[in-house]
């Protein structure tokens, strides 16, 4: 792996006596040693894996004012605090050290004004990986375990639970200056509370929401089918033809990579002059590239639905083959019942 630490800072941050979060801040960078290089190539590759990401651009306040309507009330605006810290960063205004401290004097206020309670080790980490320079901010949680002694003892152990990346957020440097209209080069996690988090979020790096990566699945989906329908592929062909789009998907997503909208054209069978490609260029505002979002990808291989107390799953090409459904009576008829839901059934008969 090609992960090439530049700075490194931990910090601390912890429940007062006010019941109030507070930071310990350090002083002195951390040496880029063998523990330190495992833990950022290990963090890399969970974030990298981790779905359900939010994706934003830093705001312009100019811009937005300029935007409103004669009369239109201005909202609350992003406060650029942090993008003029990053800037000074990288000009080499502002060392690491006090741009961490001062990033998380700031990530304190914000966590009290969004009134969240999170504690742990707090890591900043600029770096580059295969090219792409990046900043990663990251709130690590400490786990209390057991552990056996040489001589056959139990002694009791702290460490960080890195599997678990509840607040996180990264920057790719390298796209921000390179590509500045680019709506994406922030990427955040949502984490367990959902909008709440991704608030934070936002006015902690004065950003603004840019792509949904879930929006950009669906609208995937929606252009597979469309594309089966322009070529009136038979059910037997549709199935076969979302499962290499589905098989493409999955194993980007497993890689943590991105789905590449050429890329996966150039895998799928074309018809004459119009490819897979060719088609979605036409109207359909999917980017070049986004990330999977398995729970929808779902969508191209099965038919999922629940609500009432039932829940259902089954793949498509059971569809008229052993499961009917009747859009007169609203009722599906299976044909086959699965071994271990017929032996339920029959033992409450």
């Avoid at 800072?9 to 063998?34: F, K, M, N, V, Y």
């Avoid at 605006?77 to 690491?96: C, G, N, T, Y």
């Avoid at 295969?130 to 990663?136: C, I, K, R, T």
């Avoid at 505002?285 to 639905?305: H, I, N, Q």
Wanted: hydrophobic content about 35%; overall charge negative.
């Amino acid at each position: 792996m090609s992960l090439d630490i530049d700075k490194i800072i931990l910090h601390s941050l912890r429940q007062g006596g006010d019941g109030q979060p507070h930071a310990d801040t350090r002083s002195q960078l951390l040496p880029a040693d063998e523990a330190v290089q495992g833990l950022m190539a290990e963090l890399h590759r969970i974030y990298n894996g981790k779905g359900g990401k939010g994706f934003g651009f830093f705001a312009d306040p100019e811009a937005a004012v300029a935007e409103l309507a004669d009369g239109e009330e201005a909202p609350k605006q992003p406060s650029p605090q942090f993008r003029i810290a990053l800037e000074k960063l990288l000009d080499e205004q502002l060392e690491f050290v006090p741009f961490s401290v001062e990033m998380t004097q700031l990530l304190v206020r914000q966590l009290v004004e969004h009134a969240l309670d999170e504690q742990g080790v707090l890591l900043f980490a600029k770096y580059n990986y295969v090219g792409v320079d990046y900043l990663m901010i990251a709130l690590l949680e400490g786990k209390e375990s057991v552990t056996v002694s040489e001589a056959l003892e139990l002694r009791h152990i702290q460490y960080l639970d890195i599997g678990k990346l509840n607040l996180v957020a990264r920057i790719d440097l390298t796209e921000w200056k390179t590509q500045p209209d680019s709506r994406r080069y922030i990427t955040f996690s949502k984490g367990r509370i959902g909008r709440k988090l991704g608030d934070f979020f936002m006015d902690l790096l004065g950003a603004r929401e840019g792509m949904d990566a879930k929006v950009q699945n669906k609208g995937l989906l929606q252009a597979v089918e469309d594309y089966c329908d322009s070529r009136q592929l038979e059910p037997t062909e549709r199935n076969d033809y979302k499962k290499q789009v589905f098989k493409y998907c999955s194993e980007q997503a497993s890689a943590g990579e991105e789905i590449e909208i050429k890329e996966l054209s150039a895998e799928l069978p074309g018809d004459g002059d119009l490819d897979f490609y060719s088609f979605i260029g036409r109207e359909y505002e999917l980017e070049e590239r986004f990330p999977a979002d398995r729970s929808t990808l779902r969508g191209l291989t099965k038919f999922v639905g629940s609500g009432g107390g039932l829940t259902l799953s089954f793949e498509q090409k059971l569809l008229n083959c052993r499961v009917f459904y009747d859009p007169q009576t609203d009722t599906l008829t299976i044909k086959g019942v699965p071994p271990n839901l017929k032996d339920q059934l029959l033992r409450q008969s």
